[in-house]
């Protein structure tokens, strides 16, 4: 079914094993170091903390070098992400830039663009969003109202943007609009527009959890002045883009290793003699976790572009959107089966503010639970991703 990928048992090369330590003694001294507190649910921003990521090279890492890159493999950053999710690190600053506006740039942007933002991002200095989602539309992303209308030297862009993470933080955010009229074809005239989130007729209003916490943000465009210079790739192709990059947004550890900090600390909690049936629900959550990530490390080995490579570009990452579905949707459901064996083997009062680190993981992870199916593409739209590879197009 999946020709594509490799999905046999893989093991990290030594190279990546190394970094693996170096990743875990820098995590260890920022922990000790009460450089961050991890919080579970969503990853935390923190500017300080990107700020040393980036100085160790590993924001970017995949880019080429002339843009401050490292030219390392899509395997090598999937070693670093697994690392940072296994802890909670505080990554938000650079989640987004890192994952996909980097990659996007590097495949569609102009050369001034990638002069001016891949060089900040890989530092740490330029935080960027992600502008897709709009009230009304659920996850039918080709059916965005946001418009964009021609003017002299640019556009003006009209709309709203929901569920954007870190608006209120980022410096820009990538936005999906339409830039001429839906003619019958909806996928057509589309357009990918680079928006500063400081211009004029922004407008950032937060979307806060029901614990008061602020990650989301609905974002406003009122008549904002887009210059061309900030078109990315070409306009009228945005839906061939935007759908580049569900490979690399989808298929990662971050869609099944968000709770993985509950898990360790449930075996804790449980142990070295748990009851059969504890044994037998966390044998299963075991056997399964490891399952997902070698599809993930599979998926990142085939999107890795090799030492030949002049750009850095990950490969077939259209060609992957299937198996970057299967991992995305299997992934999810099984953080939130984390979160029910923590409910069911521990009798505890889960509490936001508890000194006890399980309590206090099972608290946030409850929170953002309903999260974790949406957020990427709902369970709906990626079965029928992965329905049509299976059973071909309905005729």
Known sequence: MFQQVDFSTLEL????????????E??????AAQAFRPHLGHTEFNAGFTRKVAARGWIGMTWPRRYDGQARSYLERFVVTEEMLAVAAPCAAHWFGD?????SLLRYGSEPQKQRFLPAIARGECYFALGMSEPNAGSDLASVKTRAERVPDGWRVTGQKVWTSWAHKAHAFFVLCRTSPDAGNRHAGLS???????????TIRPIRFMNGHHHFNEVFLDNVFVPDDMVVGEIGRGWQQVTSELALERSGPERYMT??????ELVRRLGGTPDARAADMVGKLTARLWSLRRMSLAIAMTLDPGPDSADGVAKTTVDLATEAALVKDMGTFYEREIIDAARLLAAVEPTP??????????AETIVCSPVATIRGGTTQVLRGLIARKLLGPLK
Request: hydrophobic letters at 45%; zero cysteines; a neutral charge.
């Open 192 to 202: 990918q527009l680079i928006v500063e989130l400081n211009a004029p007729g922004v």
């Open 13 to 24: 090369p030594a190279a990546a094993r190394k970094l693996q330590q170096e990743v875990r």
């Open 26 to 31: 820098f995590l260890r001294a920022e922990i």
């Open 353 to 362: 503010e508890a000194a006890d680190t399980f309590e206090r993981y099972l």
């Open 99 to 103: 994952r996909q506006t980097g990659p």
């Open 259 to 264: 709770t993985f900090p509950l898990l360790t």
